[in-house]
């Protein structure tokens, strides 16, 4: 039945609001006359009165249609519509009162009044009882999630008005403020969290909605953490910015995300004077259809660029980030170049820097998967090596303005091939740097990404919705972790910093256990963990081991010696660097390795001239 109702024509559905508001105003006004003269067939007093009946009839549609007010959707029956229904009462009332004064009817002053009132307790019955009535249809038709919703104020009200047909069910408000508690607030009881938990258990409640889009981050992380405790799955609404830009508040919804339980506040990465660096200016974006690529390509167009080059390798990856970029940069009067390539062809490099009159290279092109390039290493040294020789040294000869690097904590005494690539790149860069008079040469040195491709937080999305198990390499594993638009963010800072041979990292605050972030992820959406203390939970966290190269704890810095910059939470580091002699040698042995295919010489060549590395016992054992 309700399949069928939602089928019903948008005209149809109006004709049948204005059929119903037709009956309604003489049906209400013939009502007035028998309450006011106490009888249930006062046709003597009506007859005397006939020409009310058209008058109101005619005068009431024509508001009806003038205030739109057929066209009100059942669902979203509200505060502003019920203001509608009240004028339209009003205005029928003063039109029965005029009509009697000018036409010296004998109707008792009382009747206008009373058929106002009537009129607006039927229009206001019979949109409230057809409401009524779907939502029992649509409850009967479907299975839906019943929730409690956090927050009572404005954006719980309209969340809870807007989940009225949708496929979760709002059964109680939550708020921290106790003169609200026991208070009904539109249909539904305000209750105090310390009930939550009762609820939860007896099966009640199967989700919380935070809809305080106007709380911090410190205060969504206190009461998100508290939530996850009590083992209900926690969604949340954006912020009212992201609520602002255009999406509805159902569609808003989305878990609560692992960056906002980290134990830090999101990092303030605002300054001043950065746009006046990227106004203007050619940027160059290596791999910019990835995580950090194309972050960084948003990021800079709102920077007013004359023009954004994406350059990358894969071509669906190139594909989606010109696609999605392209409306935005043509608003913005930004030109977008989408070109694929690799940055190991040194002549499509030069060329395609050369035709768009780069001044800016932001370099993101890197294969960063450890287990991959572990297995895969000559390809992972060829692109994460010899590539970002090619590009420092096209921006070298090519005099660009800027070269920035995005670099990785795991190129810190590096027990993989992967970190190794990485710190023999940053090695390359600072050579370059000691040679070039005007290319400003920096590197960005940051831990994980969330979000991004490979990382552990969608990996373990992904192994929560099958079930389980959650994978974790050592109980003891930590990370430090950042967010997308903070490391894009800061890679554009670090530009603006740059004094040649620079690399700067961010104070990402304390290494995240990720035995503990895992649990919390269990616990946030809504599953139990299973272990002996509780051996009937829903997901279990098996310990895999370390895998080849991985190591228990990362770092950001190569020794103590740091400077500060004009970001308090951006450091400079201080550290040692390779001759040029030095440089040339690695980087002819490496070239001749790659080309012969010698892995265990390349893996030989990074122990020789990394500083710390330490080669992977099963690498060695396999050369």
Not at 336 to 356: E, F, P, W, Y
Not at 407 to 424: C, I, Q, Y
Request: proline share 5%; charged share 20%; hydrophobic share 45%.
């Amino acid at each position: 039945m309700h399949n069928f109702i939602d089928t019903v024509p948008r005209s149809v559905k109006r004709l049948i609001y204005l059929s119903v508001d037709a009956v309604l105003l003489p049906v209400a006004l013939f009502a007035a006359f028998a309450l006011r003269y106490g009888e249930f067939t006062p046709w003597a007093q009506v007859s005397e009165s006939w020409i009310l009946f058209p008058t109101v009839l005619c005068f009431g549609m024509a508001a009806n249609i003038l205030l739109g007010f057929s066209r009100v959707k059942l669902s979203t029956f509200g505060v502003r519509d019920i203001g509608k229904a009240a004028l339209i009462a009003i205005a029928m009332t003063v039109v029965s009162i005029c009509t009697c004064y000018i036409l010296d009817l004998a109707t008792p002053r009382s009747v206008p009044l009373i058929f106002g009132i009537l009129l607006f307790l039927g229009t206001m019955g019979s949109r409230l009882t057809g409401r009524a009535l779907l939502q029992v249809l649509y409850d009967h038709g479907h299975e839906r999630r019943p929730v409690a919703i956090y927050g009572a104020g404005s954006a719980g009200n309209q969340l809870a008005s807007a989940l009225g047909r949708s496929k979760i069910k709002p059964i109680v408000f939550v708020d921290d403020n106790p003169s609200l508690h026991g208070v009904i607030m539109g249909g539904l009881p305000v209750c105090d969290p310390e009930k939550l938990k009762s609820l939860i258990e007896k099966g009640k409640i199967e989700s919380v909605i935070l809809a305080t889009p106007s709380a911090t981050e410190e205060q969504k992380r206190r009461i998100s953490l508290k939530l996850a405790d009590l083992g209900a799955e926690v969604l949340s609404l954006p912020s009212y910015n992201e609520i602002i830009a255009g999406r509805g508040l159902v569609e808003s919804l989305r878990q609560v995300s692992p960056d906002e339980l980290l134990g830090r506040d999101k990092v303030d990465l605002n300054l001043p004077g950065v746009s006046d660096v990227y106004a203007d200016k050619s940027v160059f974006v290596s791999g910019a259809g990835g995580s950090i690529g194309s972050e960084l390509c948003r990021q800079v167009l709102k920077h007013n660029p004359r023009k954004i080059v994406l350059f990358e390798h894969s071509e669906f990856a190139l594909y989606s980030i010109d696609q999605e970029l392209r409306p935005l940069a043509e608003a913005a009067g930004v030109e977008i170049v989408a070109t694929l390539g690799s940055v190991c062809d040194k002549r499509r490099v030069v060329r395609t820097m050369q035709i768009h009159q780069t001044d800016i290279v932001l370099h993101a092109a890197a294969y960063k998967h450890v287990p991959l390039v572990e297995s895969n290493e000559l390809e992972g040294l060829r692109n994460n090596v010899l590539g970002t020789r090619v590009l420092a040294n096209a921006a070298r000869e090519l005099e660009i303005e800027r070269f920035i690097l995005i670099s990785t904590d795991k190129a810190v005494r590096p027990t993989n091939v992967m970190g190794a690539s990485k710190r023999l790149a940053e090695l390359i860069v600072q050579d370059i740097d000691s040679r070039s008079p005007k290319t400003l040469f920096s590197m960005v040195r940051f831990g994980n990404v969330l979000g991004s491709s490979g990382s552990v937080i969608p990996l373990f999305r992904e192994q929560i919705a099958r079930g389980g198990p959650v994978t974790v390499t050592h109980a003891e594993v930590t990370r430090y972790f950042m967010t997308i638009p903070e490391a894009a963010r800061l890679v554009l800072i670090a530009g603006t910093f740059a004094r040649g041979g620079d690399v700067f990292v961010l104070d990402m605050g304390k290494a995240v256990a990720i035995l503990d972030l895992a649990k919390r992820m269990i616990r946030l959406s809504g599953k139990t963990l299973k272990c002996p203390q509780n051996p009937d939970g829903d997901i279990e966290i098996v310990v895999t081991g370390l895998r080849p190269g991985e190591k228990l704890y990362e770092e950001l810095l190569i020794g103590e010696n740091i400077l500060n910059t004009p970001h308090p939470k951006i450091m400079r580091a201080q550290e040692g660097c390779l001759s040029e002699l030095e440089v040339q040698s690695a980087i002819r042995d490496l070239n001749q390795a790659i080309e012969s295919g010698e892995t265990a010489r390349c893996r030989s060549i990074l122990n020789h001239w990394i500083e710390d590395y330490h080669q992977p016992q099963e690498a060695k054992q396999s050369g």
